[in-house]
């Protein structure tokens, strides 16, 4: 008898295809089990190895004992006449079949309750879709809960891939991710982030391996358009997000995006633990603390350690470096110095990371320089116009050069991207103080306040919005506030020093001073406030003294240019003062025969004073005209603020018009101009100081100022300024 008959006989291929039917079975069973039940990887991989290696020890048994009424014999001990392996053979068939019938229904529940795998056809192409998407935060299915982190960066990784298709609105992550384990339905989600479609799905990961899941959904209907499911090494981790992207691309591209979208890839880095690492640091990045950022610059650095060539790693660390002097203590020369060099290797990588143009935009606009600041962040936007930052960034560039308009225009569209993020809705709230829109800024900052009673920033908000009401008095309680509630950071001692200037109480100013440099004696506002405490005072020698240091380690910084020719003329040196403002003319980029901005009308004003001081008649009218014509066209388009009134009273003084100087001041100060210093230490005034009309107003306001004082005394009777203040450090 051949082989082959000899294993018929013997029911060996029944038996070898009942054992396949059955371990399909298993599998799929155990797979379901396991990934509702959160087992390691591993606990299916046995399971495989164990029904692979069984196998062959079935078929061997199959071939080497039969079944028999009496028992498993072995096969050469049964007599062939009274074998009853053709009966068992037939049992063995209708086993088969009962096992491939139960086979198919399993096939069938699967095929018609899991979300359906639907590629791009021609009835989802002839609706009418809104270009906008959300990603949620992938769901981590991982054992290990810490690695919530991974499934985060995918979900962002993807959003920033789709962020760079040309004509796709893509919601921001930080309100995408507001629904973290949320109960809302996709509906819900979907209006309240006005998107049109959503994508969601999961991560299970162990080791370098990982299952991704990823549907995308129509919101108002619920109709799934594309779904998959990737087991993949996650040395290939990059392959897979570009792969999802562009499925996601394909299913949208009729409807939303036209024939020819296709989505960027961000892959910068095939090496896959310094992508871990840039996640972390992406993660702990958006803790606005001084702890948070110094963890973020840490991963960063390791995440380059391994990969020197990963540009948005540079990106992120010069983010970091730059925030570093913000919220914490890093001297700011040396932020800059660092950020700078971060963002021109990441460009050195990708000339067009956006990540690297918003960084440098951040640091030009922190220098005062914010004609090239305006420069970098479009270019960033060009490549990447949902990039929330850059926007933000861009918006407090606007502002800088008083067109307010625009600003809020801008913060329309952040919002849109990104309605549920706290940091936006703070950037709201500053534009809507800018626009003198108070109320609402109240508003919008006490329900805030209300979401998160322990954040500081709104309190901080509070304190800026009081401030440009004129009213100092109710800025510091909030200032402190913030002080208590976020240790380690400047700007709120800062800002309090400020508003105690106002109020013309040094001894409240010095308090808040020690206050700040305790926290960073060469942080950037601290610096900020020592240089205007020394300016309020008129210590003039000792002001050109530090801001020559700090011009030492930040050459080219705006607003310490200013001092040092402030000092300069009221320490009678016309000459040297004109050399320092034509330089911080010359570092953002002006032109002689170009056209001022908003932002350089008070470097173009000290200009003109001094060259009239130094009879340059000539070039003095040629900037009053390019300045007359800049303020009349800000008074024509933009909103009434102390900052045009007081740029419009400097240039009457210049031209020796007294009536419209007192004009303008006197409505400078009803929009909240409280600096009654500048009267008598900017150079522009000097003319007055001897005059009756001029020498009244001042002491109008210093009749205010010390109105203000006593009201805060009165508010707070238990305020000892021998010892630290309840709230400060």
Known sequence: ??????????????????????????????????????????????????????????????????????????????????????????????????????????????????????????????????????????????????????????????????????????????????????????????????????????????????????????????????????????????????????????????????????????????????????????????????????????????????????????????????????????????????????????????????????????LLNDLGHNRLAESHLQKALEVNPNHVNALLWYRNTLVAMLRINDAMRVTERVLSLDPLSPPVRRHYAHQLIAMLRFDEAENEIQAQIAANPDDAQPYELWGDLFREKGLPQNAIPMYRNAHRLRPGDIYMAARSVTSALEMNDTKLAGYWLNQAQNRGIDGQWTLIAANQALYAAGDFDGLLSRVNEQLAEQPGQIQLLLYRSAALMNLGEPDSAIDTLRQAQNVNGYEAEGRLNGSEIMTAVQLANAYDLVGDNEERDSLLAKITTLLHQLRQSEPASEELNYASACVASIQNDLPAVLKELKLAQKNGFRAHWQLIRNPVFKRWQNNAEFTAFYQGMIKAAETMRSQYRINNPAENLEAPIEGAD
Do not use: C
């Not at 192409?125 to 810490?146: C, G, H, R, Y």
């Not at 789709?162 to 796709?168: H, M, Q, Y």
């Not at 982030?193 to 991560?203: D, H, K, P, Q, R």
């Open 1 to 362: 008898m051949s082989l082959f008959a000899e294993l018929k006989r013997r029911n060996v291929f029944r038996v070898g295809a009942a054992y396949i039917i059955v371990a399909w079975l298993v599998m799929q069973v155990s797979d379901v089990v396991i990934n509702n039940i959160g087992a390691p990887d591993w606990v299916f991989q046995v399971i495989l190895l164990v029904l692979g290696i069984s196998f062959p020890v079935v078929l061997i048994f199959a071939w080497a004992f039969e079944l028999t009424p009496e028992g498993l014999k072995k096969e050469k001990d049964v007599d062939r006449s009274q074998s009853i392996a053709p009966n068992t053979g037939h049992k063995l068939d209708r086993a088969i079949i009962a096992i491939l019938t139960l086979a198919l229904a399993y096939f069938m529940f699967e095929r018609f309750t899991a979300p359906t795998k639907i590629e791009p056809v021609a009835s989802v192409s002839e609706q009418t879709i809104d270009k906008s998407i959300a990603v949620l935060p992938f769901v981590n299915m991982s054992a290990d809960k810490d690695n919530e982190y991974f499934s985060d960066g995918l979900s962002e990784e993807l959003l920033n891939l789709l962020a760079k298709v040309d004509g796709l609105k893509v919601a921001a992550r930080t309100s995408s991710f507001k629904f973290r384990n949320s109960e809302s339905d996709i509906a819900e989600i979907g209006e309240q982030l006005n998107v049109a479609t959503v994508l969601e799905g999961s991560v299970r990961k162990s080791g370098n391996q990982a299952r991704i899941t990823a549907q995308l959904i129509k919101v108002d209907d619920g109709f799934h358009m594309w779904s998959e499911t990737y087991d993949r090494n996650l040395d290939n981790i990059f392959e897979v997000q570009d792969e999802i992207a562009r499925a996601i691309v394909d299913a949208l591209k009729l409807p939303l995006l036209g024939h020819d979208a296709q989505p960027l890839s961000t892959r910068s880095t095939d090496n896959f633990e310094a992508y871990d690492l840039y996640l972390l640091g992406r993660h702990h990045s958006r803790d606005y603390s001084t702890q948070g950022v110094e963890r973020a610059r840490d991963y960063y650095l390791k995440a380059l350690e391994i990969d020197p060539a990963f540009a948005p790693a540079y990106g992120g660390l010069a983010d970091a470096y730059i925030f570093l002097s913000d919220f914490g203590d890093l001297p700011q020369g040396e932020s800059h110095q660092l950020a700078r060099a971060a963002a021109e290797k990441a460009l050195s990588i990708d000339p067009d990371s956006p990540e690297a143009h918003a960084a440098i935009g951040l």
